[in-house]
């Protein structure tokens, strides 16, 4: 089993819509992110968490919000889906600051949104 | 907004090349990370250089920093088919994620 698992790996949906995609790790890791990819830019930073009670905004956190509901669970949000939030989205979690340690990213939701 | 910037932005050679990509940066780091994408997959990590370092090694791969002109290379030495994907520069300076650049797509010509 893979050890950060991003559910669902697909997802179509309409304007106005609210979608959650979902993030479980078995790595224990108190650290977790939530990265959106677009062709061609590379990968932005959302939200991240440092821990169940630390919730951080990132780069581009208009739009989204996020819930730690425990250390292996951080799901994402999106209250009202605009076509601009068509992308691929990936968790990631780390077991050291991100300074001194790598990020172990689950194999992506790609989210379109008509 | 992006920190790292790969160079090229595509890469095609023929199967035994080597394959070197550029990345370069803006601000002070503490380390910088290079992680490869296969199409449409997660990102995978590949290695760390700590920025008091200025090369280091693993199997076939080779980076370099360079601190005083803000720039690291990934050197791919005799490269395989399966070397075809995606590469990107990562930093790290604060106590926040990771920042990518926008990736070297490599393809590697059979």
């Known amino acids: 089993d893979a050890d950060v698992t991003q559910t669902p790996r697909n997802r179509i949906t309409k304007t106005g819509k609210r979608i959650m995609l979902e993030c479980s790790q078995t790595?224990?890791?108190?650290?977790m992110y939530w990265y959106r990819q677009d062709p061609g830019l590379g990968l932005r930073l959302i939200y991240y968490?440092?821990?169940?009670?630390?919730?951080n905004k990132g780069e581009i956190s208009d739009g989204y919000s996020v819930s730690r509901q425990a250390q292996a669970k951080f799901s994402l949000s999106l209250e009202s889906a605009i076509p601009n939030q068509t992308a691929l989205y990936f968790c990631a979690t780390s077991g050291l600051a991100v300074n001194t340690g790598e990020l172990f990213f689950g194999e992506g939701s790609r989210l379109t949104v008509l | 907004s992006q920190q790292g910037e790969e160079d090229p932005q595509a890469l095609s050679i023929q199967e035994g090349e080597n394959a070197t990509m550029n990345c370069s940066y803006k601000?002070?780091?503490?380390?910088l990370q290079w992680y490869r994408q296969n199409s449409g997959r997660g990102l995978v990590h590949l290695i760390l250089i700590r920025s008091n370092e200025r090369e280091k090694h693993s199997g076939r791969l080779r980076v370099t920093l360079d601190t005083s002109k803000k720039s690291s290379s990934l050197l791919i030495t005799a490269s395989r088919a399966a070397d075809t994907a995606s590469y990107f520069c990562a930093t790290g300076g604060g106590a926040d994620g990771l920042t990518f650049g926008k990736g070297t797509h490599l393809i590697i010509q059979p």
């Open positions: 968490s440092f821990d169940v009670k630390d919730i």
């Open positions: 601000t002070s780091i503490n380390n």
């Open positions: 790595k224990g890791h108190d650290r």
